[in-house]
């Protein structure tokens, strides 16, 4: 069974999907637009 991470902050989004054994299947950095 797949699992979904997501981090939401203020520079930017990450999301990584990873496996039963901890192997990464996929990720992904969006941008939020913010400017420090």
């Known amino acids: 069974m797949p699992y ?7 520079l930017s989004c ?3 999907v ?3 054994n901890g192997c990464v299947l ?3 950095v969006v941008p939020t ?4």
Not at 4 to 10: F, H, N, Q
Not at 33 to 36: D, F, L, T
């Open 4 to 10: 979904l991470g997501i981090d939401i902050g203020s």
């Open 14 to 16: 990450e999301a990584v």
């Open 33 to 36: 637009g913010a400017r420090p």
């Open 18 to 20: 990873i496996d039963d």
């Open 26 to 28: 996929g990720q992904s």
